[in-house]
């Protein structure tokens, strides 16, 4: 069976300040991906980032940053210079290659502070 | 533009009423999904349709239907049969089962 776990149900950043979300994952699957979603107030999944398990390099989208450690089974993600607009709930999510359907982490509430 | 839309943004069922919930997408996504949230928690996955008139049961069907008659509808009732339906729910697409899912905004439904 496959797990996703976010071990910190909030997180606090001072603005311009780089933040590091975590997550950790459980698979016997070799083929899996590895998302990251932002969900604001407003209560939409927002698409942030994709890691396959077998890219060589960690994946990096704008101020977004997957630290891809396959060995210690962690995703996690980094936003560098942290804004006001980040402040929002954020999910780790993860689909082996014998399922088409990601299983969803519990979320990591983010509030950039000014 | 190209999108996820769902309505109502919010929805209000009476016991023993049936209500369906709207997903349209114009992205021309073969795949089609629906998720329930409740505070506090992360998805969970009701019903999957990867294809036209074809879908299949998540770990929470019980109490839902769906029906998939357009590549870009994907309705779903809550019926009388689910005790608990407050929750937020979020219907998403993704071009092909194998790649990455995007969201609508998402329905609120409460029971009066």
């Known amino acids: 069976a496959q797990k996703i776990t976010q071990t910190q149900p909030g997180m606090f950043v001072q603005e311009k300040e780089a933040v590091t979300l975590d997550c950790t994952y459980d698979?016997?699957?070799?083929?899996?991906?590895l998302f990251w979603y932002k969900q604001p107030s407003s209560g939409e999944m927002i698409f942030l980032i994709y890691?396959?398990?077998?890219?060589?390099q960690n994946a990096t989208e704008g101020r977004y940053s997957l630290n891809f450690q396959k060995a210690r089974k962690s995703a996690n993600l980094v936003i560098s210079a942290s804004q006001l607009g980040d402040s929002a709930m954020y999910f780790c999510?993860?689909?082996?290659?014998?399922?088409?359907?990601?299983?969803f982490g519990r979320g990591t509430s983010l509030i950039v502070h000014p | 533009d190209g999108g996820i839309t769902q309505s109502p943004k919010y929805l209000f069922r009476k016991e023993g009423q049936n209500v369906t919930l709207s997903c349209e997408q114009n992205?021309?996504?073969?795949?089609m999904y629906w998720y329930r949230q409740d505070p506090g928690q992360g998805l969970r996955l009701i019903y999957y349709?990867?294809?036209?008139?074809?879908?299949q049961k998540g770990d929470i069907a019980e109490g839902y239907s769906v029906s998939r008659e357009k590549k870009e509808s994907f309705p779903l009732t809550v019926t009388s049969a689910q005790k608990n339906p407050t929750a937020f729910y979020l219907c998403?697409?993704?071009?092909?089962?194998?790649?990455?899912?995007?969201f609508g905004p998402g329905t609120r439904l409460l029971v009066l």
């Open positions: 349709s990867q294809i036209v008139n074809d879908f």
């Open positions: 998403a697409s993704s071009i092909d089962p194998a790649e990455t899912q995007y």
């Open positions: 999510a993860m689909r082996t290659g014998g399922s088409y359907i990601p299983t």
């Open positions: 698979t016997s699957d070799p083929s899996y991906g």
């Open positions: 992205l021309n996504h073969d795949a």
């Open positions: 890691q396959g398990s077998y890219d060589q």
